[in-house]
């Protein structure tokens, strides 16, 4: 059994940074790692995505520049870190694992992800 456990989430202002992580604990073949958001009364919005085989990195546009992913291997950890947070990024954010052959755009597809976390909340204040 595959189990995904974010954490990091918290209540900051505008301009300050955060690191989410999440933890993936059980045996798994899964080769990609995303960060999902979902703001208030709206749907899950891609953030960001990572392919471990090949180091292949995928951002939505509004965060390009500002969110950075990337993986510790030696923890099973993926991280997602936060750069001049603004009010719009405000939502649970949500990590999950699936298992890809392609890059770029198509791992930004909620579909292709078996395995979802249960999600940390980031409240940023104007």
């Known amino acids: 059994q595959v189990q995904l456990v974010e954490s990091g989430g918290g209540l900051v202002q505008a301009g300050d940074s955060l690191r989410l992580s999440c933890t993936v604990a059980?045996?798994?073949?899964?080769?990609?790692v995303g960060w999902f958001r979902q703001p208030p009364r709206r749907g899950r919005e891609f953030v960001a995505s990572f392919r471990s085989d090949n180091e292949d990195m995928y951002y939505e546009e509004s965060v390009k520049g500002r969110f950075t992913i990337s993986r510790d291997n030696t923890k099973n950890t993926v991280y997602l870190q936060m750069n001049n947070l603004k009010p719009d990024d405000t939502a649970v954010y949500y990590c999950?694992?699936?298992?890809?052959?392609?890059?770029?755009?198509?791992?930004?597809?909620?579909?292709?992800?078996?395995?979802w976390g249960q999600g940390t909340q980031v409240t940023v204040s104007s």
């Open positions: 999950a694992a699936g298992t890809t052959r392609y890059t770029g755009e198509y791992n930004s597809i909620p579909s292709i992800y078996n395995y």
């Open positions: 059980g045996q798994t073949s899964s080769n990609l």
